[in-house]
């Protein structure tokens, strides 16, 4: 007994040891860079971007618009090829130095999201007058995703008339309808390019972005560089020719009744969550800026991984990025007060987590429900999620230490992004597939995404237009 006890004993230092040890000892590794200081004039891209989003590129007007860049970037267009792919969709060639070279991709989309009707009165400028007031630049498409697609135009234009080529080729490419889909632009473009045979270095598109303060045990800043996205998956729930008749005589359970049960099973019964990949490096990038408790627990994720994680699943923000979520989306039953309606349907939207499958998801629907009568269908239109990006390449270094040149005082990390961009249909053309653009969001300024007064600062907006021409000049060695 007395030996077993000091077996335990020991174990238990041992393990105590361990964790104070590593707690101690692992931090997040930091890069001192000088931040780089390239001139640029700040009145002159500010006006540009604000004349960007004065075309309502909702679902038309895309020729003027092209129009509008032909006139603006003339040094791109002397300089650089282009393609008009399915009427709108752009592609721009840069050639560089050494054909032998992987090109780069970098993305962006050209259209934006409608205002919502009953909401145009509640912009401070309207949606679309691209106001420069307050510091900042105002309307549709300021963050969401001008301000990615003119800052890419404006530090190539800026790196020409600087007299600079780059090494290896880089493609600009625009897609036209992102916010549906992408399937006419971005889906058609990378299309071309399995046809004609290229892979890239890598690709960078929107997605995920810096946040402040959003994270509330993380101190600073944190620029989220995507490395995966979740996939989508949307199932049809049906119940038919069950429960029906006059409302005066009911059977036990309606179809309303199994339907609703199902549901509510689903709900009760989430797809487990982990810890996945990039999330782990990402926690580890948080340790130097966390309290104490979180760092035991972030450096010793081998012993806690599932106590974060159920930590995690406390809140639907950090949820979403350790489980694949379900979300009842639609409910159709009935037709008149007094008669009981011999079907049901709706729908739940999965986003799937890496790891888990669209063929994972259904098996855990049809085991959680484990009812006949209810019918299971799969829409189409889902994809699985996408490959994760090594963290150690070289490619995910440079983009590392781009933004640590000019974001000195962020953390930069990788991270999982929870929405679908352009850049998945890019997953089989590169290896490494990033969505991170440098748009600098508090809590605050999440609603104006697809919401009410969009508008990025000026500040900001000047940052990403020496982001892009750092990352291009990174890139380049
Ligand atoms: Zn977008």
Same mark, same amino acid.
């Given at each position: 007994?007395?030996?077993?006890?000091?077996?335990?004993?020991?174990?238990?230092?041992?393990?105590?040891?361990?964790?104070?040890?590593?707690?101690?000892?692992?931090?997040?590794?930091?890069?001192?860079?000088?931040?780089?200081?390239?001139?640029?004039?700040?009145?002159?891209?500010?006006?540009?971007?604000?004349?960007?989003?004065?075309?309502?590129?909702?679902?038309?007007?895309?020729?003027?618009?092209?129009?509008?860049? +032909?006139?603006?970037?003339?040094?791109?267009?002397?300089?650089?090829?282009?393609?008009?792919?399915?009427?709108?969709?752009?592609?721009?060639?840069?050639?560089?130095?050494?054909?032998?070279?992987?090109?780069?991709?970098?993305?962006?989309?050209?259209?934006?999201?409608?205002?919502?009707?009953?909401?145009?009165?509640?912009?401070?400028?309207?949606?679309?007058?691209?106001?420069?007031?307050?510091?900042?630049?105002?309307?549709?498409?300021?963050?969401?995703?001008?301000?990615?697609?003119?800052?890419?135009?404006?530090?190539?234009?800026?790196?020409?008339?600087?007299?600079?080529?780059?090494?290896?080729?880089?493609?600009?490419?625009?897609?036209?309808?992102?916010?549906?889909?992408?399937?006419?632009?971005?889906?058609?473009?990378? +299309?071309?390019?399995?046809?004609?045979?290229?892979?890239?270095?890598?690709?960078?598109? +929107?997605?995920?972005?810096?946040?402040?303060?959003?994270?509330?045990?993380?101190?600073?800043?944190?620029?989220?560089?995507?490395?995966? +996205?979740?996939?989508?998956?949307?199932?049809?729930?049906?119940?038919?020719?069950?429960?029906?008749?006059?409302?005066?005589?009911?059977?036990?359970?309606?179809?309303?009744?199994?339907?609703?049960?199902?549901?509510?099973?689903?709900?009760?019964?989430?797809?487990?969550?982990?810890?996945?990949?990039?999330?782990?490096?990402?926690?580890?990038?948080?340790?130097?800026?966390?309290?104490?408790?979180?760092?035991?627990?972030?450096?010793?994720?081998?012993?806690?991984?599932?106590?974060?994680?159920?930590?995690?699943?406390?809140?639907?923000?950090?949820?979403?990025?350790?489980?694949?979520?379900?979300?009842?989306?639609?409910?159709?039953?009935?037709?008149?007060?007094?008669?009981?309606?011999?079907?049901?349907?709706?729908?739940?939207?999965?986003?799937?987590?890496?790891?888990?499958?669209?063929?994972?998801?259904?098996?855990?629907?049809?085991?959680?429900?484990?009812?006949?009568?209810?019918?299971?269908?799969?829409?189409?239109?889902?994809?699985?999620?996408?490959?994760?990006?090594?963290?150690?390449?070289?490619?995910?270094?440079?983009?590392?230490?781009?933004?640590?040149?000019?974001?000195?005082?962020?953390?930069?990390?990788?991270?999982?992004?929870?929405?679908?961009?352009?850049?998945?249909?890019?997953?089989?053309?590169?290896?490494?597939?990033?969505?991170?653009?440098?748009?600098?969001?508090?809590?605050?300024?999440?609603?104006?995404?697809?919401?009410?007064?969009?508008?990025?600062?000026?500040?900001?907006?000047?940052?990403?237009?020496?982001?892009?021409?750092?990352?291009?000049?990174?890139?380049?060695?």
């Amino acid at each position: 007994m007395k030996t077993i006890l000091l077996f335990l004993g020991f174990g238990f230092i041992l393990l105590l040891s361990i964790i104070v040890i590593r707690t101690l000892t692992i931090s997040s590794e930091s890069i001192d860079i000088v931040p780089v200081d390239i001139s640029l004039d700040n009145n002159k891209i500010s006006k540009h971007l604000s004349q960007a989003i004065q075309f309502k590129t909702i679902s038309g007007e895309f020729i003027e618009f092209r129009n509008y860049l +032909e006139k603006t970037f003339p040094q791109i267009h002397k300089n650089l090829d282009r393609e008009i792919i399915n009427e709108y969709s752009l592609i721009y060639k840069w050639k560089g130095k050494d054909e032998k070279l992987k090109p780069i991709v970098l993305m962006a989309h050209m259209d934006v999201v409608p205002i919502e009707g009953g909401t145009e009165s509640k912009w401070t400028y309207p949606p679309f007058s691209g106001q420069i007031s307050d510091g900042y630049i105002w309307g549709r498409g300021a963050l969401d995703d001008k301000c990615s697609l003119i800052g890419i135009l404006e530090a190539v234009e800026t790196l020409i008339e600087q007299g600079f080529q780059p090494k290896q080729s880089f493609y600009l490419c625009f897609g036209h309808d992102e916010e549906t889909g992408g399937k006419k632009g971005a889906s058609k473009i990378a +299309e071309l390019f399995k046809s004609r045979g290229i892979t890239f270095e890598y690709v960078i598109d +929107e997605g995920n972005s810096i946040i402040d303060g959003v994270i509330s045990f993380v101190s600073k800043p944190i620029a989220l560089i995507g490395v995966t +996205e979740k996939g989508y998956l949307t199932v049809e729930l049906k119940v038919e020719g069950e429960g029906g008749g006059h409302s005066s005589m009911p059977p036990n359970q309606s179809s309303i009744g199994i339907l609703s049960t199902a549901i509510h099973k689903l709900e009760n019964n989430q797809m487990k969550p982990k810890l996945i990949e990039p999330v782990r490096n990402m926690l580890y990038s948080f340790i130097n800026e966390s309290p104490f408790l979180m760092r035991i627990l972030f450096a010793n994720q081998w012993l806690f991984s599932k106590i974060i994680a159920k930590e995690f699943i406390k809140s639907k923000t950090s949820a979403a990025t350790v489980r694949t979520t379900t979300a009842v989306t639609m409910f159709n039953a009935g037709i008149k007060e007094n008669v009981l309606p011999t079907s049901a349907k709706a729908f739940v939207n999965f986003r799937i987590l890496p790891g888990d499958t669209i063929n994972s998801v259904i098996k855990h629907v049809t085991q959680v429900i484990n009812d006949s009568r209810v019918k299971i269908k799969a829409l189409d239109g889902a994809f699985e999620p996408t490959s994760v990006c090594d963290t150690n390449s070289p490619n995910f270094l440079n983009i590392k230490k781009t933004v640590k040149q000019i974001f000195p005082d962020v953390i930069a990390a990788p991270a999982l992004v929870v929405v679908a961009t352009d850049s998945g249909y890019f997953m089989d053309l590169s290896k490494d597939v990033y969505e991170f653009l440098p748009i600098w969001l508090k809590k605050e300024d999440f609603p104006r995404l697809h919401g009410t007064n969009e508008r990025i600062s000026i500040d900001n907006y000047e940052k990403i237009v020496r982001f892009y021409i750092q990352l291009i000049k990174n890139s380049n060695v």
